[in-house]
């Protein structure tokens, strides 16, 4: 699995990567996943929707991820009013 960041102008960057199934890996994954929502990020697993479109499932929780995801995007919130 692979944690990717946003940031504009660079795309996706990663940070972090690891095997959930993997002790020293999954707590890696989780003390990135809680660093980055504590930063303000939104996390997001990219899935493929029946019609072909690519969808989003948004996760609030690292034990929110689907089995199967490879990935989780963090992309920051939007700001303004």
């Known amino acids: ?30 003390d990135a996943f809680r660093e980055q929502l504590d930063a303000g990020m939104w996390a997001a697993v990219p899935r493929n929707g029946a019609d072909g479109r690519r969808q989003a499932e948004m996760v609030r929780d690292y034990r929110d991820i689907p089995p199967d995801a490879d990935r989780v995007i963090f992309f920051p919130r939007a700001s303004g009013g």
Do not use: N, Y
């Open 1 to 30: 699995m692979k944690f990717l960041r946003m940031k504009p102008g660079h795309g996706e960057i990663v940070l972090a990567e690891g095997d959930p199934g993997v002790r020293e890996d999954e707590e890696r994954l989780i």
